[in-house]
Structure formats: C-alpha cells, structure tokens
C-alpha cells in the first residue's frame, strides 16, 4: 500500500519523474506500491525533492513544512513523511491516485 498511517502522521510511496512539462499526479504504479508524481524541476541540487514536497503540501492543504521526503532523496523511488492527523491525511492522500 503506498499510504501508511503513522502515530503522527502518514507515510506515502512515491515514483517521480523529475523534468516533466507539467506538474501532477499520474495514478498507482508498481502493482500499486506507489503514487506516480511528475515534477517540472530538475532533478539537481534537490530541485525536484522540493517540488514534490511542495506539490504534496498543496495537493493535500498544508503547509510545507509537514511534508518531507525521507528515503531516496536521489532515487525516483521515494518515500514522503507527512505529519498531522493520520486519518485525516489518509483520506486527503486517498484522493491523489485519482487526480492522475
């Protein structure tokens, strides 16, 4: 499952394609293991990490500072810590994999 309910938070699998023209959500991947993200920014300098920490933020109505990538920051297979109400994250982080 690519959404993890956390005791402060959810954890979410991503696979980002960095460089992308247009910045979205692209559905489930890897048998579902993971939400497709594509990012204009390049993947440089961790441009694209910060694109996608903040494209999350706003896809689920928080403030930046709640989302952080954790594992894989030079990888395209990436996992985000998102803190707050778990329960409520995972409902808004549900309605991603439709977005794509």
Same mark, same amino acid.
């Given at each position: 499952?690519?959404? %993890? +309910? /956390? &005791?402060?938070? #959810?954890?979410?699998?991503?696979?980002?394609?960095?460089?992308? =023209?247009?910045?979205?959500?692209?559905? !489930?991947?890897?048998?579902?293991?993971? !939400?497709? #993200? =594509?990012?204009?920014? +390049? +993947?440089?300098?961790? %441009?694209?990490?910060?694109?996608? %920490? @903040?494209?999350?933020? &706003? @896809? !689920?109505? #928080? +403030?930046?500072? =709640?989302?952080? #990538?954790? =594992?894989?920051? *030079?990888? *395209?297979? &990436?996992?985000? *810590?998102? &803190?707050?109400?778990?329960?409520?994250?995972?409902?808004?982080?549900?309605?991603?994999? %439709? /977005?794509?």
């Amino acid at each position: 499952m690519w959404v %993890e +309910p /956390m &005791k402060d938070g #959810i954890r979410l699998r991503l696979r980002v394609s960095p460089g992308s =023209r247009r910045s979205g959500f692209g559905g !489930l991947v890897d048998s579902g293991a993971r !939400l497709a #993200i =594509r990012v204009s920014a +390049p +993947p440089v300098g961790g %441009e694209a990490n910060k694109a996608v %920490e @903040a494209l999350l933020a &706003k @896809a !689920l109505g #928080i +403030p930046k500072n =709640r989302v952080v #990538i954790v =594992r894989g920051l *030079r990888s *395209r297979k &990436k996992t985000a *810590r998102v &803190k707050g109400d778990p329960e409520a994250l995972a409902a808004a982080a549900s309605q991603l994999q %439709e /977005m794509g």
